[in-house]
C-alpha cells in the first residue's frame, strides 16, 4: 500500500537527484508516511544503500521536506523532547508553537540544543523570539552567545558591531570563534550583510 512512497523516501535517503522533489509532490500522505516511519508509528523495509552518518543525514533531510509539507501535521507529531533535528526545522514553521518551543530549547541544558535554538529563532519574528536570543547573549558558553549575536547583528548591524567588538576581548574565545567574529565584522564595518555561511 505504501510501496510507491516507500521507494520515494529511500531514494531521499540516498540523496538521488530529484528525490525531494518527488517527496514534495506527493504531498501530505508523503509527509505522514515519512513522520510514520521517523516517530516509529509505522516499519518499513526501505532499500536504501546509505548507511551510519549518511543515512541519519538523509532522515533529517526527509523530515525536513516532510514538515515542509505538512508543518501542521508536524507540529502535531513532535515528541515531548526534541532533538537537534527538529530544533533546526522549527525554525522554517511560522507559528507561535514553533517559536514557543524554540524559546524553551534557548534555555535548554544541553548547548547543542541552545545554539540550535538560537539559530532558528533567527527566522521568526516577535518579543518572545527577540527575549530569548536576548537572553542568549549572556549564555556561559561561546558558541551560543556567538550565534545570539549573529541574530542581533542581521536585525542591527550597529549594535552586532558592538557586540562582536566586546566578543572579541573574551579571553576564552576560541582561535575558530575569534576569526568567525572578525570575519563578521569586517562586513559590518564596511556596511554589507553578513554571509549565510562563513568563508
Not at 507540529?75 to 523532547?81: E, F, G, Q
Not at 558591531?161 to 570563534?177: D, I, K, V
Amino acid at each position: 500500500m505504501h510501496d510507491g512512497l516507500d521507494a520515494v523516501i529511500a531514494k531521499v535517503l540516498d540523496w538521488a537527484p530529484g528525490a525531494d522533489e518527488a517527496l514534495i509532490a506527493a504531498g501530505p500522505s508523503g509527509a505522514k508516511r515519512v513522520f510514520d516511519l521517523y516517530y516509529g508509528r509505522a516499519g518499513a523495509n526501505l532499500v536504501t544503500k546509505a548507511t551510519g552518518r549518511e543515512l541519519v543525514d538523509g532522515w533529517s533531510a526527509a523530515l525536513h521536506i516532510a514538515a515542509s509539507v505538512a508543518p501542521e501535521e508536524f507540529l502535531a507529531r513532535l515528541p515531548s523532547r526534541v532533538g537537534t533535528t527538529e530544533i533546526v526545522i522549527l525554525g522554517d514553521i511560522d507559528d507561535p508553537r514553533a517559536t514557543h518551543i524554540l524559546c524553551e530549547q534557548a534555555r535548554h541544558k544541553d548547548f547543542l540544543h541552545r545554539v540550535n535554538a538560537v539559530k532558528a529563532l533567527a527566522k521568526h519574528a516577535g518579543p518572545a523570539s527577540r527575549d530569548a536570543v536576548e537572553q542568549a547573549l549572556a549564555d556561559e558558553d561561546l558558541v551560543v552567545r556567538s550565534a545570539a549575536i549573529r541574530c542581533v547583528a542581521d536585525a542591527d548591524p550597529r549594535r552586532g558591531t558592538t557586540l562582536y567588538e566586546a566578543f572579541l576581548e573574551e579571553p576564552r574565545l576560541t582561535p575558530l570563534l575569534r576569526q568567525e567574529a572578525r570575519w563578521a565584522l569586517s562586513y559590518l564595518r564596511e556596511g554589507s550583510p553578513i554571509p549565510l555561511h562563513p568563508w
